[in-house]
């Protein structure tokens, strides 16, 4: 039986820690900020952000929101985000996707200043993490590894395998396996004899978005399983993309959704917006 990885726990000593280093932070006249963005009323962004703005409640992290019209135009989305950028007193900014499709995303991901850039989108950002710079690394990615080392998963040496390469999940990933130096192998929609690749991990980390499509036959006797993916059944239950009560006799430790990564992705949010507040007042 595998042991549960309890993102939800992880990040509530995470979010604790980081409460007591804001309270530091504030007798030294630092008010971390994060200013998040959000256009349209995507049911399920609404949710996200309102966790975030929860979390940043908890946590002492100053918070201000733009909810935008679905009918912006790309400029004044721009337009917003250059205004941000020069604001001094905000620390961190997001943008919540999904964004309607007449915007460019990845225009408005690489107008977010880099300091303030606090998903890890901009490609300043992206391509540090590529070269092994200090950067904001993307917080879902950035959350799975924490997971892992809490738990003290080996990753050295190991045959990772990643099902799905989006840029906000499956591509960031690749290279935080890499950096921990583990053997990366990456699927995709194009993937052939997926379930033989799959078989041969020692971590098996799903993002893409299919309920319970990685099944216990693609799984190796013991190994860590990681579930990214967040999918609605039709009578309205979270799922993720694993098997869980199969998976569950059979890996050695896997991840519950909900309150596995999800958990953990916006408590890196919050590390990376406290991060952000102290680099900048550095300067
Ligand atoms: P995405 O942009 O839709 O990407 C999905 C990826 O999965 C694509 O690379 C796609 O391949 C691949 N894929 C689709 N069907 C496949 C199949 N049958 N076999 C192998 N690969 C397949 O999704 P995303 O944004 O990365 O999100 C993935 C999931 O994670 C979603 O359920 C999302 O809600 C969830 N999520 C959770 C968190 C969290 O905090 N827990 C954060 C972000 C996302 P192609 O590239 O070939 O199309």
Do not use: W
């Not at 396996?177 to 690749?197: F, G, R």
């Not at 199969?246 to 959704?257: D, F, G, L, R, W």
């Amino acid at each position: 039986m595998a042991q549960i990885m309890d993102g939800k726990l992880l990040a509530s000593k995470i979010r604790e820690e980081l409460k007591q280093e804001v309270e530091q932070l504030k007798q030294e006249n630092i008010y971390p900020r994060l200013a998040v963005i959000m256009v349209g009323g995507n049911p399920a962004s609404k949710i996200y952000v309102r966790n975030k703005s929860k979390a940043c409640d908890e946590i002492g992290i100053e918070y201000e929101e733009y909810l935008l019209e679905d009918t912006i135009t790309n400029d004044k989305l721009l337009g917003l985000i250059d205004k941000l950028n020069e604001k001094k007193e905000v620390h961190g900014i997001l943008l919540q996707s999904p964004i309607p499709k007449h915007l460019d995303i990845i225009k408005a991901f690489e107008r977010i200043h880099p300091d303030k850039d606090v998903d890890g989108f901009n490609p300043i950002n992206v391509g540090k993490l590529n070269i092994g710079q200090d950067c904001f690394i993307s917080c879902t990615p950035h959350g799975i590894i924490r997971m892992l080392e809490e738990y003290n998963i080996p990753i050295e040496g190991k045959e990772a395998v990643i099902i799905g390469r989006s840029n906000l999940v499956g591509k960031p990933l690749i290279q935080c396996l890499l950096t921990k130096n583990a053997t990366v192998t990456v699927c995709h929609s194009k993937t052939q004899h997926l379930e033989q690749i799959t078989r041969r991990a020692d971590i098996v980390i799903a993002a893409l978005g299919k309920a319970k499509f990685i099944t216990a036959d693609m799984i190796k006797e013991g190994a860590t399983v990681v579930d990214v993916g967040i999918n609605r059944t039709e009578e309205g239950k979270l799922v993720g993309d694993v098997d869980f009560d199969a998976i569950e006799q059979k890996a050695s430790y896997i991840t519950p959704v909900p309150g596995g990564v999800g958990p953990m992705t916006i408590a890196m949010l919050m590390e990376n917006v406290v991060k952000a507040a102290k680099k900048q007042s550095m300067k």
